[in-house]
């Protein structure tokens, strides 16, 4: 790794050669085909002096709106000011997005050097006095001046957007935003740094066979494959990216092993040193109080969720307990279980956290005879990815066609489609970025190089859209085989893609902009398709015969499906409550010890030591640079709305419905952002939605069912007698 000194001294070189002719990114639109960004002419050196261009013409923009003399009205003010960001934003997202995806010590130092700058941008704009008196007025005489309801939606929301930007602080008051605004952006930054750099820098690296026991073939090739590229030939490397870690966790047989891994993954950024976050996470949170405090909200939370669906703190933390004692109990019925079947299976007495994916694994496959490693021969990524189109074809009539000239980002992972409505007409582009590599984020996620959006003259803008996934690679001639949650995975951020491809709406305030507890309805009710027998046997066909999935193993998984769901709703409800519980304290709350914080959180709710919560507090990236704090509860808020959604293609008997799943794109993807979520939501499903489907799918209506499981194991199965209480 090369000394940031010299990344610095060469990238400042490099800048000052650059000439705004010459840069691509200030191309408007970009000169390719379909009008994506030319990733093979951008070069480090082109992203500040475009990021520079583009803020001063911004800047520009902003100060005709405020300094114009006539009457401020919808068309002369919000317009303008909707539109004044195109091409920061087009900037914008070309660099943040490769910067995730493809970072460089490079990379960082630019990041470091364009956040003030756009912090301060967004600071003195929200805080432009001229501007906001004029955004006032239109705000104030929005019922009088024959706006329609969709202007009158936008002239709301960014009037309210001016006053939570601190519009009406005074002037000290103002300066003292500036700057926690300043220091925020650059914590949050040091923060994701960190932990990549720990997430990257352990190695499980093995050199022995008999450590080896219990892995599947296809994890022990792609381990040696890894360890090849890693400069380590005839060893086997595991690493803390998910795709490596998590079956290394579910089938190694050696708990130590184990422990070593998960300990690395759970401690990361807590070790100490240059990448330790707990100082940053305590600053974070502090810094975020004091700025809900200066803008009259009692904590953090209060300020992210009152323009949420949820509202208050208050109704989100009732939510979530309202889940959280029966999934508790679910899951202390499942360690007792768990914790019976591996002292019958090899007299194992102790159970920690490390071993939960081990013996859950063991005991299903025992349970319901379903085995991941033969259920993922059935889920061949490119199989899987034909199963996705085909959903979105039967659902919405949209067709996807391969690119093969079209300029990616990276060569050797990353796929690109067209995307056509029925007629043929031109919908978006659509990439796929699908494999891990150091460079990259961990985790999957959706998003755009450009947001789809209606101009006034007819003409549209389409929407380019990437999903980024960290699947296991395909080993040699193998192709890539998923998980079942892999293909959840790949569904779940496919549907946030849709909802980019059919967003519509004249103003890039509304257009696609919904509630963050909403967010995840688009992406969820996605999931819910490969679940069905009748979807599942379009594309789960066996990676070398082609046989289509048995009717048997589908059942199975059937049965299995609400198997250690008390595990998985706990795990998540804990990191929920953890991030809501860092984002209520109040501006005056003192915190000495991040560590301290989070035992105490999670001893209030008792969560029990066999399980952590799904993100601990320094390396929870949703809730400290990812966008999500005080909102990582959005995923189950929007499960009530998703399980609810799908529920009205089962009772309509065809979960194809053609006549529902065009409600759903105008009401629940399209239109969404130009009215209150639950009105659009009620608009497609009649009636509110109701919890009872969200606890059917996870199982945590069920009464325990009494289990004994045939062991077939060398060791003799103890009598009732010799089994240990097991509390």
Not at 311 to 316: K, L, Q, R, S, Y
Not at 391 to 412: D, H, Q, R, S, T
Not at 625 to 640: I, P, T
Request: overall charge negative.
């Amino acid at each position: 790794m090369k000394k940031i000194s010299t990344i610095v001294a060469s990238f400042v070189v490099a800048t000052a050669c650059t000439t705004m002719n010459d840069n691509p990114l200030l191309q408007s639109p970009f000169q390719t085909e379909y009008n994506v960004p030319p990733f093979e002419d951008i070069k480090p050196a082109h992203y500040v002096p475009a990021f520079e261009k583009a803020i001063d013409e911004a800047r520009k923009a902003v100060d005709l709106i405020a300094s114009n003399r006539a009457d401020a009205t919808f068309q002369n003010t919000i317009i303008p000011f909707d539109r004044r960001n195109e091409q920061l934003d087009r900037i914008g997202s070309v660099f943040f997005n490769i910067r995730e995806t493809d970072v460089t010590d490079t990379l960082n130092v630019i990041a470091e050097t364009v956040m003030p700058m756009l912090t301060s941008y967004g600071d003195e704009t929200v805080m432009n006095d001229a501007l906001f008196m004029r955004i006032k007025h239109v705000y104030d005489t929005r019922f009088s001046a024959g706006l329609d309801s969709s202007q009158i939606s936008v002239a709301e929301l960014y009037y309210k957007e001016f006053v939570r930007g601190g519009a009406l602080l005074s002037p000290t008051d103002k300066e003292k935003l500036k700057k926690i605004n300043q220091e925020l952006s650059l914590l949050s930054l040091k923060f994701g740094n960190n932990l990549l750099a720990e997430t990257n820098k352990f190695q499980l690296v093995l050199d022995t066979i008999s450590d080896l026991a219990g892995l599947p073939e296809g994890v022990i090739a792609a381990a040696a494959e890894r360890a090849e590229k890693a400069g380590k030939p005839g060893k086997w490397l595991f690493t803390l990216q998910k795709a490596s870690m998590i079956p290394f966790l579910t089938y190694s047989e050696n708990h130590e092993l184990r422990k070593q891994i998960y300990d690395a993954y759970t401690n990361r950024a807590n070790n100490g040193g240059e990448n330790d976050n707990k100082e940053l996470v305590v600053k974070l949170a502090q810094l975020r109080a004091q700025k809900a405090a200066l803008l009259g909200y009692k904590s953090h939370a209060h300020y992210v969720i009152e323009r949420n669906m949820a509202a208050t703190p208050e109704a989100v933390d009732s939510f979530l307990m309202e889940l959280w004692t029966p999934a508790l109990q679910k899951a202390k019925y499942e360690l007792k279980d768990m914790k019976d079947f591996a002292y019958r299976y090899n007299r194992t007495t102790t159970l920690e956290a490390c071993d939960w994916f081990y013996w859950s694994e063991k005991l299903r496959k025992a349970k319901f005879d379903v085995d991941e490693t033969e259920l993922s021969q059935y889920f061949a990524m490119p199989n899987v990815r034909a199963g996705l189109f085909e959903v979105a074809n039967k659902l919405y009539g949209i067709k996807f066609k391969k690119l093969e000239n079209v300029p990616v980002y990276n060569n050797e992972c990353t796929e690109v489609f067209e995307v056509t409505e029925k007629d043929g007409s031109y919908l978006g582009v659509f990439y796929f970025d699908y494999y891990p590599r150091a460079s990259k984020g961990a985790g999957a996620w959706c998003t755009s190089f450009q947001s789809a959006l209606d101009n006034f003259d007819g003409t549209r803008t389409a929407a380019q859209v990437s999903n980024v996934c960290n699947f296991t690679a395909p080993v040699g001639d193998q192709p890539a085989l998923l998980t079942y949650d892999d293909v959840e995975t790949m569904f779940h951020e496919f549907g946030h893609g849709l909802h980019s491809l059919f967003s519509k709406g004249y103003y890039r305030k509304t257009c696609g902009n919904v509630p963050r507890d909403y967010v995840e309805l688009p992406s969820q009710i996605m999931e819910h398709w490969p679940a069905e027998p009748e979807c599942l046997k379009t594309f789960a066909k066996h990676f070398q015969t082609g046989e289509v999935i048995p009717d048997a193993l589908i059942e199975k998984v059937k049965k299995a499906g609400t198997f250690n769901q008390g595990f998985a709703t706990v795990e998540y409800l804990a990191a929920s409550l953890l991030d809501l519980k860092w984002h209520s304290i109040d501006s005056k709350t003192v915190i000495n010890d991040a560590n301290a914080f989070e035992a105490e959180a999670m001893k209030e709710i008792g969560l029990i030591d066999e399980i952590l919560p799904r993100y601990r507090s320094t390396y929870f990236s949703h809730a400290f640079n990812g966008g999500y704090s005080a909102g990582y509860y959005v995923y189950m808020w929007a499960e009530l709305l998703d399980c609810d959604a799908f529920a009205a293609y089962k009772e309509s008997g065809d979960i194809y419905n053609q006549e529902l799943a065009a409600s759903f794109r105008k009401n629940c993807l399209a239109e969404v952002g130009e009215d209150d979520a639950m009105n659009q939501y009620l608009k497609f499903r009649k009636q509110k939605p109701d919890v009872k489907y969200l606890i059917e799918k996870r199982g945590l209506n069920e009464k325990r069912p009494v289990y004994r499981p045939v062991v077939q194991q060398p060791v003799a199965v103890p009598t009732a007698s010799e089994t240990p209480s097991i509390q």
